[in-house]
């Protein structure tokens, strides 16, 4: 999954994130669940966006709606963060 492209859907077209990274937080909170986990995204430089759930489609994995976070932007393209507990 590390390297695929996303595309976060609006209503006048579509904007490509790549994973960039996915990240352990911790242990499961009890046995049998997941453990928690976050999920970095990377877009084009100078790229803003509002922190709210977006609509994320990816040929493999299909359509799920994500919750997303900028957490920087530089040179190297702009960041975006989702986690799950």
């Given at each position: 999954m590390?390297?695929?492209?996303?595309?976060a859907i609006f209503t006048d077209g579509r904007l490509p994130l790549t994973l960039a990274e996915v990240i352990l937080l911790g242990q499961p909170r009890e046995a049998g669940l997941r453990a928690p986990f976050s999920l970095q995204f990377h877009g084009r430089a100078g790229l803003r966006l509002s922190q709210r759930i977006y609509r994320l489609e990816n040929p493999a994995v299909g359509a799920m709606e994500i919750f997303?976070?900028?957490?920087?932007?530089g040179a190297d393209g702009s960041k975006f963060e989702a986690i799950f507990n």
């Open positions: 590390v390297g695929q492209t996303f595309e997303l976070v900028q957490i920087g932007d």
